[in-house]
């Protein structure tokens, strides 16, 4: 064997560098390893090769010990947050292993060890997290009929659960989870059909990421974490829940985590519940064109100063109130905000001043904060009792009073930060650069050795010209020698004896004097003393922030909920809304309203406002029909979006209007397909459907656009029909339903609490007008191929297809006639389809024929129908 080996010159053994590597990757298996090498990261075996694939960056080859290269590839250790960012995005998991001692120290190979995970779920660093956006890791876990689901974001401390029973609880979870749409999600334990729910996550999130977690049993982290309302958890589903979450969190990040320290549960019954299909059809966070925010109800909402307010702006938005005085105390504090343009101004001004204190606090906690993030804090501090102030002097009651009350002032912590941080710090922590003078005595004296050595070198430069002669020496510094006597060639032979020569330039040779190296290793000492100083002393602020943790992240929530009422004023403000009256007496009015977000996309044309009235009684479901691009999609989305508005405590754009809380918005809105996942338009449309008629109340709202759409007419039509008199016989929601089956029309005299709408159009000519009104009655016209030849098909096509309505209008009639055929039809038009050229077209191989042949034929058919119709 040992001859083989050496007749091949190949060696079997990795280097120790990749045994250490080999080692460490056998603990993570899951995760893409960074292993720190000196200024770089470095990835190794297939690592390496998805990293330079999903990175683009170069892939090459190391040499480990073997007689192949290892693949590698790396980044260096200063840019790493923006390549982490992109792998994070894709949805990799990220172990990072640093060199734990210092290399000077090391005895043989540096010792290393992975000092944190990074997954989509517990990820801190802001080239990931969005501003406006919550990023939250879910933990699901099932004992027997019993669901629970926790949610935590680490960025900003928010950690929550949530518990379903019985057979609908998977579904109950996952409104949940698509409400707050987490990153990623985590499984302990078996959970029953979890291959199916997995599925139905990557469906609607696509972006998330799912795995099993396998949790130890005891319990470490829980009481730690929620130690002062630990006693109202006595559930042990709920415990065993949480208590994973945080196990799976702790073992990623590696460190305190003191940020988290609340949780609360989610009250299924305090919200409106909007499932995913809800959110994206009403494109109230991301838009259907391009997932962007523009032309989202968010977009026109959003005028938040903060990034808490933004956050808070989309909790509000996906979880809107069923309480009718919560309700109210929002809009009375709109209210107060609305009435005074100077308090707006004021508070908007302060507001701006304010970072994203929840972040910081999470970076400071874990130890990634660095000094600029003290600067903004402070910032955000400073303007704190101008907020409260302006709050007492002009809200002295209500929710504003009580948000005022969870505004601290963090006095102390102000002063340290006044005191202790200078202005413009470095963005590193370890060079210094951040304590203002001042602040402590100790560094101040090694400032001023440092910073007196000019001084005291010109001394030296002049008393060592005085005593050598040399009148052309120079005392000087680079990097690489230190401190150096430079003496011109010239000079040269005027040098002492005690001058110990150090390096030959062209010119001038250089020197060094013991008086000197000592003078450099004090100077020196003192510049590493004074980063190590600072490096403590930041600390030391760290710690104090640390421990107010607590109060500053209650002050940041009044903030984000204050930014919130307060950019809802704005809105209404710039928009023109108007309060709605609330009530509970199963109505909803709304009088001259308007779509909030195509109002403001329409350019030339103006918006044309409409009324609602849907009750629990003689209108509790519309049938809306009108023509093709009429603006029937548009204002069912309309009535969802100001009912949704309303709950959240936002003014909505209307004249007047008295809404009731309705207890979710079910939508089915087009068709969307999903092939991806295998479902086709119509089984996904159907799976809506059967949504909508399984979970809907009598308090619920239902839009249903155009059902039955995706197949053929006849089993579409009979489903739509169906479907409408399952909703208004058994479940009774509030309904608006779109269609163009004419035929549904009818269902007006025949099912109570069924009223006939349509959009208005008024003819002049062959040209139609869309007058935008909505209007009592039913329409049995869609002129569909007007819209068509407005779209630019082609002018045949949309002659062809006239000739072909005629002809379909008049088979409809003699179908009509053949089943029951009435009086005033006898008089029908006679059919095209007669005679000669009905038995030639009949004969035709249409199949088989060229364009050419096909066109010839139909001029030759459309002479004979002339000769036999006798039209010209
Ligand atoms: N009230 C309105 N005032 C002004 N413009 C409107 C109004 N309602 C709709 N529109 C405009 O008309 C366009 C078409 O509206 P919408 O999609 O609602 O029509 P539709 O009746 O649902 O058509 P289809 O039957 O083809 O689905 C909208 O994109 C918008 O630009
Ligand atoms: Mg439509």
């Given at each position: 064997?040992?001859?083989?080996?050496?007749?091949?010159?190949?060696?079997?053994?990795?280097?120790?560098?990749?045994?250490?590597?080999?080692?460490?990757?056998?603990?993570?298996?899951?995760?893409?390893?960074?292993?720190?090498?000196?200024?770089?990261?470095?990835?190794?075996?297939?690592?390496?090769?998805?990293?330079?694939?999903?990175?683009?960056?170069?892939?090459?080859?190391?040499?480990?010990?073997?007689?192949?290269?290892?693949?590698?590839?790396?980044?260096?250790?200063?840019?790493?947050?923006?390549?982490?960012?992109?792998?994070?995005?894709?949805?990799?998991?990220?172990?990072?292993?640093?060199?734990?001692?210092?290399?000077?120290?090391?005895?043989?190979?540096?010792?290393?060890?992975?000092?944190?995970?990074?997954?989509?779920?517990?990820?801190?660093s802001s080239a990931v997290l969005e501003d406006g956006h919550n990023q939250y890791l879910a933990c699901l876990r099932e004992e027997g009929e019993d669901l629970c689901v926790s949610f935590a974001d680490i960025s900003t401390g928010e950690c929550q659960w949530y518990m379903a029973h019985g057979n609908s609880r998977r579904e109950f979870v996952l409104d949940q989870i698509f409400r707050l749409q987490p990153a990623e999600i985590i499984a302990v334990g078996a959970i029953e059909d979890w291959e199916k729910i997995t599925t139905s996550i990557m469906q609607k999130l696509p972006q998330c990421i799912s795995g099993k977690f396998a949790a130890s049993d005891h319990e470490s982290y829980f009481t730690k974490h929620f130690a002062s309302n630990c006693d109202a958890y006595k559930n042990d589903l709920v415990r065993g829940t949480v208590e994973a979450?945080?196990?799976?969190?702790?073992?990623?990040?590696?460190?305190?985590?003191?940020?988290?320290?609340?949780?609360?549960?989610?009250?299924?019954?305090s919200f409106m519940i909007l499932d995913a299909t809800a959110i994206r059809n009403l494109e109230l966070v991301r838009n259907m064109s391009d997932g962007g925010k523009k032309g989202t109800l968010l977009a026109v909402l959003d005028y938040t100063n903060t990034a808490m307010g933004a956050r808070r702006l989309r909790q509000w938005l996906e979880a809107p109130l069923l309480d009718l005085s919560k309700i109210k105390g929002r809009q009375?504090?709109?209210?107060?905000?609305?009435?005074?343009?100077?308090?707006?101004?004021?508070?908007t001004e302060n507001l701006k001043n304010i970072t994203d204190l929840e972040r910081i606090l999470s970076r400071i906690e874990v130890g990634s904060a660095n000094a600029r993030d003290m600067v903004s804090l402070r910032a955000s501090l400073q303007v704190l009792p101008n907020i409260k102030g302006l709050l007492r002097d002009f809200c002295p009651q209500g929710l504003l009073k009580n948000l005022s009350q969870h505004i601290g002032l963090h006095e102390s912590i102000l002063?340290?930060?006044?005191?202790?941080?200078?202005?413009?710090?470095?963005?590193?922590?370890?060079?210094?650069g951040m304590i203002r003078t001042g602040y402590d005595l100790e560094l101040d004296e090694l400032h001023d050795i440092a910073q007196n050595n000019k001084e005291w070198m010109q001394k030296f430069e002049q008393r060592i010209k005085d005593q050598s002669g040399i009148k052309t020496l120079k005392v000087g510094f680079n990097k690489v020698f230190g401190y150096y006597i430079e003496v011109s060639?010239?000079?040269?032979?005027?040098?002492?004896?005690?001058?110990?020569?150090?390096?030959?330039?062209?010119?001038?040779?250089?020197?060094?004097?013991?008086?000197?190296?000592?003078?450099?290793?004090?100077?020196?000492?003192?510049?590493?003393?004074?980063?190590?100083?600072?490096?403590?002393?930041?600390?030391?602020?760290?710690?104090?922030i640390r421990s107010a943790i607590v109060e500053i992240q209650e002050t940041a929530r009044a903030i984000g909920s204050l930014d919130v009422l307060l950019s809802f004023a704005v809105a209404a403000f710039k928009n023109n809304y108007i309060c709605p009256e609330l009530n509970n007496n199963q109505e909803i009015f709304i009088k001259d309203g308007r779509h909030p977000v195509v109002e403001k996309l329409l350019e030339r044309e103006i918006f044309v406002p409409n009324d609602t009235l849907l009750n629990s009684s003689e209108q509790r479901m519309i049938i809306l029909t009108g023509p093709n691009m009429a603006g029937k999609s548009t204002y069912m989305r309309q009535v969802a979006l100001l009912v949704l508005m309303a709950q959240m405590g936002s003014y909505i754009p209307a004249r007047q209007a008295s809404i009731c809380p309705v207890d979710r918005i079910f939508t089915r809105v087009g068709a969307s397909d999903d092939l991806a996942t295998g479902q086709s338009t119509f089984m996904v449309e159907m799976n809506e459907v059967a949504q909508i008629l399984k979970y809907a109340t009598k308090h619920s709202l239902i839009i249903l656009d155009e059902v039955g759409r995706g197949t053929s007419t006849y089993d579409g039509m009979s489903i739509a029909r169906a479907v409408v008199e399952f909703i208004n016989e058994k479940i009774k929601a509030k309904t608006l339903f779109a269609t163009h089956y004419h035929e549904l029309i009818e269902l007006e005299s025949l099912l109570e609490g069924v009223k006939n709408y349509s959009v208005a159009v008024k003819e002049r000519g062959n040209d139609i007008v869309f007058l935008r009104r909505i209007v009592p009655g039913g329409t049995d016209r869609s002129y569909g191929i007007h819209v068509a030849q407005l779209a630019g098909l082609p002018k045949k096509v949309v002659e062809r297809a006239e000739d072909l309505l005629l002809e379909y209008d008049g088979e409809k009639i003699m179908t009509a006639t053949a089943i029951a055929p009435p009086d005033n039809f006898a008089t029908a038009e006679p059919s095209l389809f007669s005679g000669s050229v009905s038995k030639r077209l009949l004969d035709m191989d249409i199949m088989t024929m060229t364009p050419l042949e096909a066109l010839n034929e139909l001029y030759k058919l459309q002479e004979e129908a002339r000769t036999e119709g006798g039209s010209k």
């Open positions: 064997m040992a001859a083989e080996r050496k007749r091949t010159g190949m060696t079997t053994a990795y280097t120790p560098m990749v045994q250490q590597y080999l080692e460490v990757k056998n603990q993570h298996q899951d995760e893409l390893l960074f292993f720190r090498l000196g200024d770089f990261y470095e990835l190794f075996f297939q690592d390496a090769i998805t990293a330079s694939k999903e990175l683009n960056i170069t892939l090459t080859g190391r040499a480990g010990g073997l007689e192949d290269k290892i693949p590698m590839c790396g980044v260096p250790y200063h840019a790493v947050d923006g390549y982490i960012a992109k792998l994070i995005r894709k949805g990799y998991r990220i172990a990072i292993c640093e060199q734990v001692e210092d290399p000077k120290d090391a005895v043989g190979i540096v010792k290393r060890e992975v000092i944190k995970i990074i997954t989509p779920g517990t990820v801190l979450m945080l196990e799976y969190v702790h073992e990623n990040v590696k460190a305190d985590l003191a940020q988290i320290n609340k949780l609360t549960a989610i009250a299924r019954d009375e504090a709109v209210g107060v905000f609305l009435e005074n343009l100077n308090l707006r101004d004021a508070l002063a340290t930060l006044e005191a202790g941080i200078v202005d413009e710090p470095p963005f590193t922590i370890r060079e210094g060639k010239g000079s040269v032979s005027l040098v002492p004896d005690y001058f110990i020569r150090k390096q030959t330039l062209v010119n001038a040779e250089r020197y060094i004097v013991p008086e000197l190296k000592e003078f450099e290793n004090k100077i020196l000492s003192a510049k590493e003393k004074i980063q190590q100083l600072e490096y403590y002393l930041f600390n030391k602020i760290r710690q104090e």
